[in-house]
C-alpha cells in the first residue's frame, strides 16, 4: 500500500541546520509530484515546497526561499528537504504528500494531495 515515512526532525538551534526525508513505498516515485507542509501550534498548515517530476521544478514558500532546498532520489524512493538557518519560527510539524496524479503541477492545496506522512516535528530554540 502507499506510504509516506519522513524522518530527520529534530531540536536545532537557531541559525542551524537540518534535512527532512520523504521516504515512499507503494508506488514509484518517479511519476510523482511530492510537497511538504508544516503546521504550527494554533496555525493552519501551510505549503512549504514542492518538487516536480519530468523537469524537477520546485517551488518554495516565500519564507523558505534561499534557505530551504528540495530534492529528489528516485531510485532511493525518496525526496528531501535541507534546511538551513533556521528560525524559532519555522518550528512545527513538517509532513510529506503526495499530488493526485489528476494534477500536473506543483500545489500549495492542501485538498490536492491524496496521501500523507505521519509528520516529524521541527523544534528551533535556544
Known amino acids: 500500500q502507499v506510504q509516506l515515512v519522513e524522518s530527520g526532525g529534530g ?3 537557531p541559525g542551524g541546520s537540518l534535512r527532512l526525508s520523504c521516504a515512499a513505498s507503494g508506488f514509484t516515485l518517479d511519476y510523482y509530484i511530492i510537497g511538504w507542509f508544516r503546521q ?3 496555525k493552519e498548515r501551510e505549503g512549504v515546497s514542492c518538487i516536480s517530476t519530468s523537469d524537477g521544478s520546485t517551488y518554495y514558500v516565500d519564507s ?3 534557505r530551504f532546498t528540495i530534492s529528489r532520489d528516485n531510485a532511493k524512493n525518496t525526496v528531501y528537504l535541507q534546511m538551513n538557518s533556521l528560525k524559532p519560527e519555522d518550528t512545527a510539524v ?3 504528500a503526495r499530488l493526485n496524479p489528476r494534477f500536473h503541477s506543483c ?3 492542501m485538498r ?3 496521501y500523507w506522512g505521519q509528520g516529524t516535528q ?3 530554540s535556544s
Request: hydrophobic share 35%.
Open 11 to 13: 531540536l536545532v538551534q
Open 40 to 42: 504550527a501550534p494554533g
Open 64 to 66: 523558505a526561499k534561499g
Open 94 to 96: 513538517y509532513y510529506c
Open 107 to 109: 500545489s500549495s492545496l
Open 112 to 114: 490536492r494531495y491524496d
Open 122 to 124: 521541527v523544534t528551533v
